[in-house]
């Protein structure tokens, strides 16, 4: 084969294969083009106006100044580097504390001793220790409200029963529907009046932080998210009155119905669950600095029956008010891939806007097929090639002297 055949043979196969290259292996580059068309600048800019009043709104409104630092420099920290999603863990101790003052039993109005009415029950006094059931239980704690006490006399009875758990005769297990049995019902006086006392620990894995409830700020807060009271760092206990714990559970009364399946009594007669929700946070310009509220939720229509003593000669069974502890919230450390996160998710959102733009040109618009064809441009390195031979040559032809003139012919 002849040397020149050979060589354009080469430079063909290699023209061929520069081209699928081209083709295959394209790039896409930004073109920007003034677009005169009042209706996409208008919608342009109101999704730029819509978005950056969407990002200052999520970024610098405080949606609970009781749980976070409101303050600008403590959002700006909040939503642009701080992650947030490490539950504390902890212990509580709860105990309960008699009233200053006992009120006497005529002046109640679910005692038998004010009232003769069906639904009241002859009332009696109780310790904070016999109230909380089991003794030395602190968390959940078990507040009694109704006790129920069954007895037998032994001594009528033909029989004797061993001093152990498991009884060899039968008739040893007190049994409530003997009718030898004298079964009681009595509601604690003053109940609403104790002092529940509250502290708690926490620990937090993220920040390696230990502290006790006592060196924090706190917050009751109803039901609504309204605050009911503030409570200081720097005391003992964090203390409420059963009354306006039931309260923040929008529970006004014990008197109120029970709404337990087949029964028609109150609170004070079948119980309630009560659940104490403690929320922490730390505060944006000190990760260390934790506070944090309270918030009550009541379930009704639950059996809070406990069982107490049960013995040969005697049966109690208490009803009341279970309270229980939640400790949950977010723990905020600093965390540089959740800033860059959010300096990404803003350079998102705001191209979002070009995009519904650009969409909207090419692919709704009358003029469309003019907007598109003025945005997109295919470049070859042929036609370069070619346009740049143009242009030689008509430089060529403007310097030659027999062109006679420089301007081009009209």
Not at 168 to 194: F, G, H, K, L, Q
Request: proline content about 3%; hydrophobic content about 40%.
């Amino acid at each position: 084969m002849p040397e020149s055949v050979s060589s354009a043979y080469s430079t063909s196969s290699s023209r061929k294969l520069t081209t699928k290259l081209d083709r295959w292996l394209s790039y896409s580059t930004v073109k920007i083009i003034k677009i005169a068309d009042w209706r996409l600048g208008f919608l342009h800019y109101l999704f730029m106006i819509g978005i950056i009043i969407y990002v200052l709104g999520v970024s610098f409104v405080c949606i609970n100044p009781l749980k976070y630092d409101c303050s600008l420099p403590g959002l700006l920290q909040e939503r642009l580097s701080l992650i947030r999603g490490k539950v504390p863990v902890g212990s509580v101790r709860a105990t309960l504390a008699e009233p200053i003052a006992f009120q006497t039993l005529d002046t109640l109005s679910y005692c038998s001793q004010n009232s003769t009415s069906k639904t009241n029950l002859s009332c009696g006094f109780m310790s904070a220790a016999t109230i909380a059931f089991p003794a030395g239980q602190t968390s959940p704690l078990f507040l009694t409200t109704r006790v129920k006490e069954s007895t037998r006399n032994m001594t009528s009875l033909n029989f004797t029963c061993e001093d152990a758990t498991v009884k060899s005769d039968v008739r040893c297990i007190m049994n409530t529907s003997d009718p030898s049995v004298t079964t009681v019902r009595n509601y604690v006086a003053n109940i609403e009046d104790y002092t529940v006392a509250i502290d708690h620990t926490i620990y937090t894995l993220a920040s390696d932080f230990t502290e006790k409830s006592t060196n924090m700020k706190a917050v009751w807060e109803y039901t609504n998210g309204t605050k009911y009271q503030t409570i200081k760092d720097k005391r003992q206990f964090d203390s409420i009155s059963l009354r306006n714990l039931l309260q923040l559970a929008d529970i006004d009364t014990l008197d109120a119905p029970s709404n337990m399946i087949g029964s028609n009594s109150t609170l004070r007669y079948d119980g309630v669950q009560l659940m104490v929700i403690i929320e922490y946070a730390n505060t944006d310009s000190d990760t260390k600095a934790f506070k944090y509220h309270y918030t009550v939720r009541a379930m009704t229509g639950l059996d809070s029956t406990k069982f107490d003593a049960d013995t040969p000669s005697r049966s109690v069974n208490r009803h009341g008010i279970n309270i229980v502890f939640v400790q949950t919230g977010k723990i905020g450390i600093f965390s540089f891939p959740s800033l860059l996160a959010s300096i990404v998710s803003g350079l998102v959102l705001t191209s979002i806007a070009t995009t519904l733009v650009d969409l909207l040109a090419i692919y709704i618009l009358p003029q469309k097929s003019f907007y598109s064809k003025a945005k997109f441009t295919e470049a070859r390195r042929k036609q370069e090639k070619l346009m740049m031979t143009e242009e030689e040559s008509l430089l060529s032809d403007k310097e030659d002297p027999a062109y006679g003139s420089t301007a081009l012919p009209v």
